[in-house]
């Protein structure tokens, strides 16, 4: 049992150190629109994702090529180019006052559709497919699309119990991998350093993230060799 915690543990670190620095970002970008538990909710279910596709790669099903799991990359390329376009949209003399009108309308469009329907389920169901946890699953999927790599071996060589032991120990590190990305976004040299420079860190980080991505995958040399036999035909 302690062997199969030390395996999870490092197994974990050693594919999702990056996602610190990721989640960083992203709780610095947190308002009206992105809330906190967007982010925790978007984290744990792209983990999920990644962790039950292994899970089937395991019992010898087929699972989807980390060459079409890259194309998620571009997901970080739009959040880069919509927040680089954003801030040339709304200058700073006027953004609060944007961000509040915005506030007003998003809130009162919720508490609309939540007094249509009144049931916690329905409520939990409709938090869950709320965009910006989308755009958080799209980014930790897209990142960690090489993990699944790691995790079909260490799934293969494990049996029930140990793999569920593994699930359990992903699930607690990525709480405390949230945890630590939320602790350093507030950060008082982190916070005045991202809130002052956002529209140039927050753009050129997540394209950057988004190419990356596309290149380690191989998504971008299979998307070319497309196009040659395309052409070729």
């Not at 571009?74 to 700073?92: C, F, N, R």
């Not at 293969?156 to 350093?184: E, H, K, P, Q, Y």
């Not at 809130?195 to 394209?207: C, E, G, H, Q, T």
């Amino acid at each position: 049992m302690i062997a199969t915690i030390v395996t999870a543990f490092i197994s974990f670190v050693s594919t999702n150190i990056d996602d610190i620095f990721i989640l960083m970002i992203l709780f610095s970008q947190r308002n009206n629109e992105m809330k906190k538990q967007h982010i925790i909710i978007g984290q744990y279910l792209g983990i999920g994702i990644l962790v039950l596709i292994s899970i089937i790669g395991a019992l010898g099903f087929s699972v989807i090529p980390k060459e079409y799991v890259g194309v998620l990359g571009l997901m970080p390329i739009y959040l880069g180019v919509k927040s680089y376009l954003g801030h040339e949209k709304v200058d700073e003399g006027n953004r609060s006052e944007v961000y509040k009108d915005f506030q007003k309308k998003d809130s009162h469009a919720f508490e609309e559709s939540i007094n249509t329907k009144k049931h916690h389920i329905i409520k939990f169901i409709k938090n869950l497919i709320n965009p910006n946890i989308l755009k958080v699953i799209g980014v930790t999927i897209a990142n960690g699309a090489d993990n699944i790599g790691i995790y079909i071996p260490l799934f293969t060589s494990m049996d029930l119990v140990n793999t569920f032991l593994t699930v359990i120990v992903f699930m607690i590190l990525t709480a405390f991998w949230c945890f630590v990305g939320l602790r350093l976004s507030e950060h008082p040299l982190v916070e005045k350093n991202i809130k002052k420079y956002d529209y140039i860190f927050v753009p050129i980080i997540f394209i950057g993230l988004g190419i990356f991505i596309l290149i380690k995958s191989g998504t971008i040399k299979l998307l070319i060799n497309s196009l040659i036999n395309t052409l070729n035909i």
